[in-house]
């Protein structure tokens, strides 16, 4: 096997880099390279960087430039309220200040409260324990803390809520997925993978939300249900997210077996979940499933609208090829 690509952009490193947002206090080495703590403050205060929450794959920002505007997770876009840069803090060597690129103003649980449902809201970059952080280990994710409570609580959007909007509040840290968050040194977009054998696009057959609905090719549209969300999973892996469910795509049952079926179902940081991407010399990516280990594709090299992605061994066939277009 090739060594994996990032078929949204980057490369592997910054991928990694990626899976451990901000990890500035985190273990070196926790994803499969040294961290600093040292280095990393300055180098992320450097760039700016879109905040993720690893449950949805929805990009972390504010609506307008008012102190006190609500801090939600959206569809991720190119606009600046959607990117953030780290500081240091200056309440504590090892806790930090996230600010928004385009408000100047930072991330703040509402009135420094140490309450659990307090809101997550923007406002002054000041020396309240509400507008610092420090960061903890969520094994693919990091956890955001603030300075308001002993024990600390965490930041999670709302009920670990997948709808676009839900707002991000502190809350008990209880392992909750919405609890969990990772950067993107780029813009996150979402994103078509369409058949280099048939030219169509890898859809959820009528745009069914429910859990188990089949994964299927159609004619290109532009529908949300043709659109995908690609997010960091385990390890160097990506989870694939239907724009229009909120939903990834597995292999029915998690199993092994040659031509099962893909499906779409609730997302989980999950083996069945995750794909391997191999970047291809023609510049196609092919997607290697974690747990199964075998290939999607597009089941009998169908070009047929509503034909049925599964799983295969390696063919090397144009069917099992997939071009991803930001």
């Known amino acids: 096997m090739k060594s994996p690509a990032t078929p949204a952009g980057g490369s592997t490193r910054s991928r990694l880099t990626g899976r ?157 997925p919405g609890a969990g968050f990772i950067q993107r040194s780029q813009p996150a977009r979402d994103t078509t993978i369409v058949n280099v054998n048939s030219g169509k696009c890898l859809a959820i057959r009528d745009s069914d939300a429910g859990d188990g609905a089949r994964v299927v090719q159609s004619r290109c549209t532009g529908d949300p249900d043709q659109r995908w969300y690609v997010t960091p999973a385990l390890g160097v892996s990506v989870a694939l997210r239907n724009a229009a469910t909120g939903k990834c795509v597995q292999i029915e049952q998690a199993s092994y077996d040659d031509g099962a079926r893909a499906v779409q179902s609730s997302c989980l940081v999950s083996r069945p979940q995750s794909w391997v991407t191999e970047q291809m010399g023609d510049g196609s990516t092919r997607l290697v499933n974690l747990h199964s280990m075998k290939y999607l594709g597009i089941a009998g090299e169908s070009e047929a609208d509503g034909a049925e992605a599964h799983q295969g061994p390696d063919t090397y066939g144009p069917a099992q090829r997939w071009r991803l277009s930001l």
């Not at 449902?117 to 803390?145: H, N, P, T, V, Y």
């Open 20 to 176: 451990i947002l901000l990890a500035l206090s985190l273990t070196a080495g926790l994803l499969g390279f040294g961290v600093t703590t040292a280095a990393a403050p300055a180098e992320a205060a450097s760039g700016q960087l879109n905040i993720v929450a690893a449950h949805s794959g929805q990009c972390v920002e504010v609506a307008s430039a008012a102190d006190g505007e609500a801090v939600r997770q959206q569809r991720c876009s190119d606009s600046p309220r959607a990117l953030w840069s780290i500081r240091a803090s200056p309440v504590a060597r090892d806790a930090y200040q996230i600010v928004n690129a385009s408000t100047g103003k930072c991330l703040r649980v509402k009135d420094s409260s140490a309450a659990a449902g307090a809101a997550i809201q923007q406002g002054a970059c000041d020396r309240s324990a509400g507008a610092s952080f420090r960061m903890g280990d969520a094994g693919e994710a990091a956890l955001l803390k603030p300075l308001t409570s002993s024990p600390a609580k965490c930041v999670e959007v709302r009920r670990s809520s997948l709808a676009e909007g839900a707002p991000l509040r502190q809350w008990n840290c209880t392992g909750q």
